[in-house]
């Protein structure tokens, strides 16, 4: 699934395209993609003819402001991507939208699981969205290291499920919550209010540095190859991962074996060496 990351790195190539860009015409595939809107016809009304003003990104969301105060949003679900191509290019299968601009690129909407969608809302029904109750941005707006420890305060919830909340922390996933708690050296089911001060400042400092690197590589292109970029190429993230997806091989720090459990529904990867359960290692 695509995360902050991968959102952020297709932001980066998206935004030439589209801001500063006249939106001439729209098309909708899949009835789901526009669930999120009350009216679904209003997608296409309220972005032809419009003026791209923003490309911007909250969490995993691509919030793209458009004149008269809408914001166009975009959430690639499961297995979303954004493709930009001629519009004369031949039509991938699952496309469901297809937005022309004034400067002849197209701009396509890719996900063949359709758990994503599009939506343009108004300020008032941007308010009322759920996208409204998103957490701080794990990226733009990390919260302080003593934000964080009053977050976690009494929580029993394991850290891995609190970094996934997107109330909490807006962005992470599966990936980048594994990537992260294997840099701080905590054990995936730590619970989240038992984390003492200095386990707080390791959780803090390791977000930052880790989707540095992930953006830095363009995201993480897995072998289903569901998440490219705007102009086709793959994230290189891949090779970079230390735990996820690595259950059985050497951790890249001390060698012991990595293994994958279940934490709250959600697969885990650590290594049981540099993050003991009992915390406290490094
Ligand atoms: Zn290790």
New binding site residues.
Partial sequence: MPELPEVESTRRQLAPHLEGAIIRSVSLGSPRVSRRNVRPDDIVDRLTNRRVDHVGRRGKFLTIEVADDLTWIIHLGMSGRISVVESDDSVALHTHMRVLTDRGAEIRLIDTRTFGFVAVLTPDELAADPISRLGRDAWLDLPSPSELGAALENRIAPIKALLLDQGLIAGLGNIYADEIL?RAGLHPERRGGSLNQDEIERLHGSVRPVLETAITSNGTSLDDLAYLLPDGRAGEMLDQLAVYGSDGTP??????E?RRIVVRGRSAHF?????PRGGGGR
Avoid at 251 to 256: I, K, L, Q, V
Avoid at 271 to 275: F, K, L, N, T, W
């Fill in positions: 294997f951790c890249p720090r001390c060698g012991s990595i290594c049981p060496s540099c993050q």
